[in-house]
């Protein structure tokens, strides 16, 4: 197909039908006759038009932000010196300009980075984060404000595609139709539902997925369609919205050819019946897709410097005297003009052509394009333009459900989107059934374990306190499951924004049905919970106690579930979020008049309790379970007692709240109101605590209305601050250099003189003689529904100085083949056999062989040179000095051209380096290890611009020139890029082989293969877009393409020259020599080199460092002051347990931080680290550990400062210093335990899931809920003994508390009178040798009113809790420190059971 004005084309009329057959969609006629129906109903058309001029675009400039470290930060001078700069402003967009009428479609070009993005943000009216924009942007003749209310008809299709993953493909598209059926139906469609389901049918057919209906969508965690699929469903939920206007920002990214050329045309068949205005952007777009447009507009770093019809872009970009090579990409040729190393110039050019863009934007003003393409700016102003947008304004009325105000944006009614949004709530909640059933299952364990906990609890005063503790546990379980809420917030938020930017629903809907999608979860918990719980404590056996027990608990669980939801939806950050969530629970668990009762409160934290919806809960609770009742009073509660005192008359109440002196029972209502409760309170809270719940979810709507998409800064590089200083000089001399060249002499001719000085650092480069072959590789997977075969009968191989592609339809096995033939695959059988020099695979063979996969895995606080060094240091052979090692990787960083790059950090994407960099990183870390049988690269070039995909390929080709074997799968290679391969492998759907061999000059020699059978190559078109359209496309003729091949001499041929090679390669000694190590450095050194990388990985993690400080020290405040001065009565003795047992719950908060933390760690060792045996999972568990080690001791310090002496404690240094140190031994006990359950868990949310349990089981046996002698026997032996939590805290009290004075208070005396007047000395002898030795008479020689004490001092009440002598301390503190070696040992273990061997093949 010629290109317009392109001297190859021939005028003939078949070219022109040509032309017109290739720009036909297959299913063009299905959309004439919707919208012929759609006209002939009476339908206004809806046709806008975007023109903008002198649009400029400003954000803070962040080309590079300093990375601080734990000690930096406090670098208080630096900071003020710093904060002074204005941060200064860069410009992504410069005074651009141009018009889209309705049917136009304009093709955005530019490499990442110069602004195609933020172009497309601003033409489809999304302007937040952005610091300035200028100019003006006109739809029809709205201006930008007018058309905000229209924000469903102006769409943007981001790159990135966000889903929920466990919803299926069809469940996502019924939602995306539901919410956009227009209100007055054409004529001839019956019902709104059979227009819905028309709509549905049509775009799963026009992307080809109608396949995939009942296929979840997936992400990179949970299993769905492949990455393609997945595009294409993001691309028909735009076209579902039904829009005006639509911008595409490069959505053709992990589609093969075939398909995007399929979406081009469905574009360009849409945009012309239906009169879109259409902008897209594209990376490596083929001139297949370049054809469809009628006008381009070409950006180089925010200029633009063409602006025109797609047919002269090219002949003015050549009549500057720029050279478009035969067979290129005109797209990539128009972005490649600005780049020095890819431009080609015309000889007679080299003084005159513009350099740079500023001269290539003068270039282009001057000439007679840019005043023709001018006129068209007053769009906006003419009579057509007004016409068309009074039209679209009524088409849009039309549609619009008339319960509407006049400036929503959205189509369907408020009820209908909520009913929409509840459908979808119930299919996520029940798509992700391992999560639902985890709840629910571990809701069932808690149950039945407290309830055999507080068991059967006695109706007298030993049961007060077990069934208190049974009513705050089911409180605390039910909180501590809503707190999962958060993390919910944050993974449900990008689609939210997507849709909500979309006009597809109010965010008030969502909060609505999040709301309606908790009540059957929450009842059904609820009810399992109170079934077992309620009977097996043996509370109140009334049906109105039990239904009043359950109706408050759902209240409660909803309320707090609205909480910590509303939480979620305040913070931007889940990092904020997830602190104050921590802090909240522990402030809201203390304060609900349970560890601290309500009268002891201090004044300055007691407002707490009535801002706390959970303090409402407990105090109608326990008025419910206590009201009406007689509680006698026995054991240690009733004075005197035991054998000979069993007169009634002559004993009393001690130590129970409520108690009348001189009674021996206390009354239910007396006791609550010792507490400040009472049980006409139970309704009153019910009210209140519904009060709370609507307050939270209004938050909650009011959060979600304002959530904004996180700001564009531009991508910027993060240099950490020890290198601050390297970086700075290195940028320096590139400076000076650049001021040398930029008169810019040099051009392709200069270049020779610059190979010549790259040749000597080729020298140092790796050689490879191995011959690797693979032959009848079958692979077989077990699926729900029987065997599936992702392989089959492959065969082929690579030698040194070969570079080969590996090539297919998406779907077609190609990673799948390069995982068996690198042994990644853990699962699946493989038959067939892998050779190196006709032997089978050596010990070595993981590592000697380099594998970059298609996602890059980095350790995000590891600079470029660091992660080189790190796989240099591990995978380089053990014989190789350190010196050399290193130097190795200069010679990498100068080849892959990384040298201004090398001490920035690798970060995360938008906050590190960009795709293209680290992708180059990848590469790096597998050369470094200087690989010695080949590498396997997959799909390097995917998401990358034509620049960067050619850059990547043309050193690729340098390596196999080098002689190193390597072998690529790549997705819509250009023609330029497929001439750089030797041979490829071509596979179609099932990883069936069609064709492997030899490419030829200009792909001749396969272009001559498929000829042969029947599949010509038109002149103009890529071999490479031709082949796969011929194996899979449109192109196909009904053959079986994997049958021609297997009767072809060819494949005869091919077979025979592999048992040649492998015989031939059997006979000679083998190319590598196998060292039979399995990792080529000692464990020693692998701990060491990898612990070394933590280390500093964690000391520049601020944020999670800091997070753990303000979590210790903001409890550690909190907990000294609310238990302030603890004085030295009886009912004291319980505060002091309280404060030392709140110190326990320190952990969940630090855990739920360290937990994802780890799972990102272990995902890096085990997606690339581990599969490339870089070093053992021994290193990996150590490494973690050992670098956690000093931030957990000055948390054990900032802890133990901020709490100690604020609570009264004990001064003496062996009380003081003992104490300090179990509290030391807790801190890596609780990290062991957050780190074991880690180190098996499937991913962070199973892992917060798991923690409330386990932390759970052991909070409720240490001995504080039910005490040692209340627990019941089954569980008293064993697990009590297990629990390290019981010896932290038997350890901590005695410490506190031995020797303490007890002095009694007036009310908690126990007053009676000795029977006929002898005095209370003599009446209470025998009890003070027998039960009472504890007890303190105050008065012996009175002989009435004796005044009997608990306790004496604090050690006998620790002999109460089993804890009978001061060694106790010292013995626990002992044991604690076993449990530090076993919980460690534990995430060894754990780690052990999850390292999967990998899959030979058979």
């Not at 919707?34 to 206004?44: D, K, N, T």
């Not at 806008?48 to 990375?67: E, F, P, R």
């Not at 050689?767 to 065969?795: A, H």
């Not at 990290?1231 to 868990?1241: L, M």
Request: aromatic letters at 12%; one cysteine or more; proline letters at 4%.
């Amino acid at each position: 197909m010629g290109v317009p004005g392109d001297s190859s084309s021939s005028a003939a009329p078949t070219q022109e039908e040509n032309e017109v057959n290739n720009r036909q969609w297959s299913l063009q006629h299905k959309i004439e006759a919707i919208q012929e129906r759609e006209q002939s109903s009476g339908i206004p058309p809806r046709e806008l038009g975007v023109t903008w001029k002198d649009l400029t675009v400003q954000v803070i400039s962040s080309d590079a932000a300093i990375q601080e470290n734990v000690l930096s930060q406090f670098n208080i001078p630096k900071k003020i010196q710093e904060g002074r700069q204005k941060p200064p402003l860069k410009t992504i967009l410069d005074s651009s300009h141009g018009c889209v009428k309705p049917g136009e479609m304009l093709l955005v070009l530019g490499r990442p980075g110069s602004g195609c993005t933020t172009l497309l943000n601003l033409l489809a009216n999304k302007r937040e984060g952005y610091v300035a924009v200028t100019g003006d942007v006109h739809f029809g003749s709205m201006d930008a404000k007018e058309a905000h209310k229209y924000r469903g008809q102006i769409i943007m299709n981001n790159e990135e595609e966000v889903f929920f993953p466990t919803l299926t493909v069809g469940q996502t598209m019924d939602f995306a139709t539901r919410l956009n059926i227009p209100y007055k139906i054409p004529d001839g469609v019956a019902s709104p539902e059979e227009y819905r389901k028309e709509n549905m049918d049509f775009l799963l057919e026009a992307m080809g997925i109608t396949h995939t209906q009942d296929t979840k969508v997936g992400n990179e965690y949970v299993r769905g369609v492949s990455g393609g699929e997945r595009k294409r469903v993001s691309i028909i939920e735009c076209m579902a919205s039904r829009g005006s206007v639509f911008c595409w920002d490069n959505s053709t990214r992990g589609l093969d050819a075939s398909t995007a050329l399929e979406w081009a045309k469905s574009l360009r068949a849409m945009t012309d019946v239906k009169g879109l205005s259409t902008i897209v952007t594209l990376y490596q777009a083929s001139n297949g897709i370049y054809d469809l447009f009628d006008k381009v507009l070409v950006l180089d770093y925010g200029k633009e410097v063409y602006y025109g019809p797609m047919k002269d872009a090219r002949p003015f970009i050549e009549s500057l005297g720029f050279e478009c090579q035969e067979g290129a990409n005109v797209a990539d040729y128009l972005t490649g003009i600005t780049v020095p190393t890819e431009r080609v110039v015309r000889s007679g050019f080299e003084k005159t052509f513009p350099r740079n863009a500023d001269q290539l934007r003068d270039a282009y003003q001057k000439s007679e394009i840019y005043p023709r393409m001018a006129v068209e700016y007053n769009y906006p102003t003419t009579e057509e333009a007004r016409e068309r947008t009074r039209q679209f304004e009524e088409g849009v009325a039309v549609e619009k459900n008339k319960h509407l105000g006049k400036n929503s944006p959205y189509t369907v009614s408020f009820f209908e989107q909520v009913k929409a949004c509840i459908t979808r709530q119930y299919q996520i909640v029940l798509g992700d059934k391992p999560t639902l059933i985890i709840k629910q299952a571990s809701t069932l364990a808690q149950a039945l374990i407290a309830g055999s906990l507080f068991y059967n609890a006695p109706d007298n005063s030993g049961g007060l306190f077990v069934k208190s503790g049974a009513l705050f546990f089911s409180l605390l379980h039910n909180s501590l499951i809503s707190m999962s809420e958060v993390t919910d917030s944050f993974s449900g938020r990008p689609v939210l924004l997507k849709q909500k930017g979309m006009g597809f629903f109010h965010p008030a809907a969502f909060c609505i049905a999040q709301v309606a999608a908790d009540i059957p979860v929450i009842l059904l918990q609820v009810s399992v919970w109170s079934i077992v719980l309620y009977f097996m404590v043996g509370l109140s056996m009334n049906a109105g106690a039990w239904f009043t027990y359950w109706i408050l608990l759902i209240a409660a669980t909803m309320c707090m579930t609205a909480f910590f939801r509303a939480i979620g939806a305040a913070f931007r950050t889940f990092d904020a979020a997830s602190k104050v969530s921590g802090f909240m629970i522990s402030a809201l668990i203390m304060y609900n008049g349970y560890m601290i009762q309500k009268p002891k409160m201090h004044p300055w934290f007691g407002w707490i309790y009535w801002i706390n919806p959970m303090a409402y809960s407990f105090d109608a609770l326990l008025s419910n379970e206590f009201h009406g009742t007689t509680i006698p009073c026995v054991g240690i509660n009733l004075v005197p007692n035991g054998p000979g005192y069993s007169d009634l008359e002559h004993q009393s109440c001690a130590g129970v709240g409520g108690a009348v002196q001189g009674e021996n029972m206390v009354y239910g209502d007396n006791y609550l109101e010792s507490l400040s409760y009472a049980h006409s309170h139970v309704w009153r809270n019910f009210g209140i605590i519904w009060a709370w719940w609507a307050l939270f979810v209004g938050i909650t709507i009011v959060a979600t209305t304002k959530w904004r998409p996180l700001s564009e800064g531009g991508p910027s590089l993060l240099i950490p601050r020890e290198k601050a200083k390297i970086v700075k000089a290195i940028q320096n001399t590139d400076e000076e250099k650049a001021g040398a060249s930029s008169s810019g002499e040099e051009t392709v001719y200069d270049k020779e003189a610059s190979a010549g000085e790259a040749k000597d650092s080729d020298k140092d480069l790796v050689r490879n003689t191995s011959v690797f072959t693979w032959k009848n590789l079958t692979y077989t997977v077990k699926t729900p529904s029987g065997d599936r075969v992702l392989l089959d009968n492959v065969q082929g191989w690579v030698k040194p100085g070969m570079l080969g592609a590996l090539m297919g339809s998406s779907g077609a096995g190609k990673t799948t083949l390069l995982d068996v033939l690198a042994q990644r695959k853990t699962d699946g059988t493989i038959k067939g056999s892998i050779m190196v020099d006709g032997r089978p695979l050596p010990v070595s063979f993981q590592r000697s062989a380099g594998y970059c996969e298609q996602l890059d895995v980095h350790e995000p606080f590891s600079t470029v040179r660091e992660a080189l060094e790190f796989s240099a240091l591990l995978r380089q052979p053990r014989e190789v000095p350190r010196e050399e090692k290193l130097k190795y990787v200069d010679t990498i960083i100068d080849l892959l051209e990384l040298h201004d790059l090398a001490d920035t950090l690798i970060g995360r994407v938008g906050a590190g380096l960009s795709v293209e960099q680290r992708k180059r990183v990848t590469i790096g870390v597998e050369l470094v290890s200087k690989p010695s049988i080949l590498i396997f690269l997959d799909e390097p070039t995917s998401g990358l611009d034509g620049q960067s995909a050619y850059n990547t390929v043309r050193f690729l080709r340098k390596l196999a020139d080098v002689g190193q074997a390597v072998l690529v799968t790549i997705h819509q290679p250009s023609q330029q890029l497929f001439a750089q391969f030797d041979t490829l492998l071509l596979l179609s759907k099932g990883g069936k082989t069609v064709y492997f061999g030899e490419i030829g000059d200009n792909a001749q020699t396969i272009k001559d293969y498929f000829s042969k059978y029947g599949a010509p190559c038109p002149e103009e078109t890529n071999p490479a877009e031709h082949m796969i359209d011929v194996v899979s496309g449109s192109l196909s003729k009904g053959k079986n393409w994997n049958q021609v091949w297997l009767e072809s001499p060819e494949h005869q041929a091919v077979t025979e020259e592999l048992d040649r090679i492998i015989d031939d390669a059997a006979s000679k000694p083998p190319g590598t020599q196998d060292d039979g190590h399995e990792f080529a450095t000692p464990l020693w050194e692998q701990i060491k080199t990898v612990t070394t990388r933590n280390n500093v990985a964690l000391y520049r993690n601020i944020d999670y460092i800091n997070n753990k400080f303000a979590l210790h020290i903001g409890s550690a405040l909190f907990n000294g002051f609310s238990f302030w001065m603890i004085g030295d009565r009886v009912s004291d003795l319980q505060m002091r347990l309280f404060t030392v047992f709140n110190f326990i719950f320190v952990a969940p908060g630090v855990i739920a931080q360290l937990q994802p933390l780890f799972i990102e760690r272990r995902n890096i060792f085990e997606a690339r680290e581990k599969k490339s045996k870089m070093y053992s999972w021994i290193a990996f568990v150590t490494g973690l550990i050992v670098s956690e080690i000093p931030y957990l001791c000055v948390c054990a310090v900032l802890y133990f400062a901020c709490w100690y002496y604020t609570t009264g404690a004990p001064h003496a240094s062996t009380r003081a210093g003992g104490t300090f140190f179990v509290m030391l031994m807790y801190e890596f006990v609780y990290t062991g335990i957050g780190q074991f359950i880690a180190a098996y868990a499937p991913n962070a949310i199973f892992a917060s899931l798991a923690n409330p349990f386990v932390i759970g089981l052991l909070v409720s046996f240490c001995g504080v809920l039910v005490p040692y002698q209340q627990i019941q026997v089954f569980w008293r032996y064993w697990i009590y003994y297990l629990n390290p939590f019981n010896y932290l805290m038997g350890s901590m009290l005695v410490f506190n508390l031995w020797d303490k004075k007890i002095e009694c208070h007036a009310e908690e005396f126990a007053v009676f009178n000795p029977p006929n007047g002898t005095t209370c000395g003599q009446y209470l002898t025998e009890y003070m040798m027998g039960m009472g030795r504890a007890t303190n008479l105050i008065n012996p020689e009175a002989t009435e009113g004796c005044r009997v004490c608990e306790y004496t001092s604090g050690s006998d009440y620790l002999q109460t809790i089993n804890l009978t002598t001061y060694g106790h301390g010292w013995r626990d503190a002992g044991i604690v420190v076993i449990f530090v070696a076993s919980s460690y040992s534990m995430v060894y273990a754990l780690m052990k059971l999850r390292t999967k061997q990998s899959k030979k093949a058979d």
